[in-house]
């Protein structure tokens, strides 16, 4: 695949209104400033990588918009009202000027350069579809599409299963993939707690200290 011939696609929910399993933990202020810091960490490792040429974050939030500026990336207004995930990544899609997509999830926030760029050049040539599964491996983190149009996301729970089927359908053997810093999705208190636990750098690092959490997550209340 030839370089700079992939574009990103980063859905973004309104900061503070998404991770709701986390609300036990965190309260919804403290939820914006962590999901605000894995984007930014998100976005980083795809700025970082030798093989992206566009990265567009889709969102209708001030703060994210203002994060993804920050590296360079481009922003599209989501639905008003949103639509839900893949709606957004759709919008995302449509909006790209690459031949290839890499849709990935904004709560990755082990995520490296080296990851994007891996998964990237696990791309057979012609028509494909790389999956970056979960840590549960039900789950789709990471998916490249070429073309972009390949198949339809279908991000949410189970996604990795609907995915394979829809690349079958499309008569594509797809590649599933795993990535240690691409599995972990923060989604929940035993989430946090493994994030806790691995030490993170970057933003997310330091909103964990700023939280009170870089030593352990307090039960959920509630």
């Known amino acids: 695949m030839a370089a700079h011939d992939v574009g990103a696609v980063v859905p973004v929910k309104r900061l503070g209104y998404a991770l709701g399993r986390l609300s036990g933990v965190l309260d919804r202020a403290e939820r914006r400033v962590f999901q605000s810091a894995m984007l930014g960490d998100v976005l980083a490792a795809l700025a ?31 639905h008003d009202p949103p639509r839900g995930i893949n709606a957004a990544v759709s919008r995302g899609i449509a909006s790209l000027d690459s031949h290839s997509a890499l849709v990935v999830v904004s709560d990755l926030p082990l995520m490296t350069a080296a990851d994007v760029d891996h998964l990237i050049g696990a791309a057979p040539d012609g028509d494909a579809v790389v999956l970056a599964r979960s840590e549960d ?12 149009s390949v198949i339809v996301p279908a991000l949410g729970p189970g996604s990795l299963g609907e995915h394979l089927a829809r690349a079958a359908a499309a008569g594509i053997t797809a590649d599933v993939v795993y990535h240690p810093g691409m599995a972990l999705d923060v989604d929940t208190p035993e989430d946090l707690l493994e994030l806790v636990r691995r030490e993170p750098d970057g933003a997310t690092g330091r909103a964990l200290v700023r939280l009170g959490l870089w030593h352990g997550v307090p039960e959920a209340t509630g």
Request: aromatic share 0%; glycine share 10%; charged share 20%.
């Open 48 to 78: 970082g990588s030798t093989r992206l040429g566009e990265i567009v974050v889709v969102t209708s939030d001030h703060r994210a918009r203002a994060v993804a500026e920050s590296v360079g990336a481009r922003t599209v207004p989501d």
């Open 137 to 148: 491996a039900t789950g789709t983190n990471a998916m490249l599409l070429t073309p972009s």
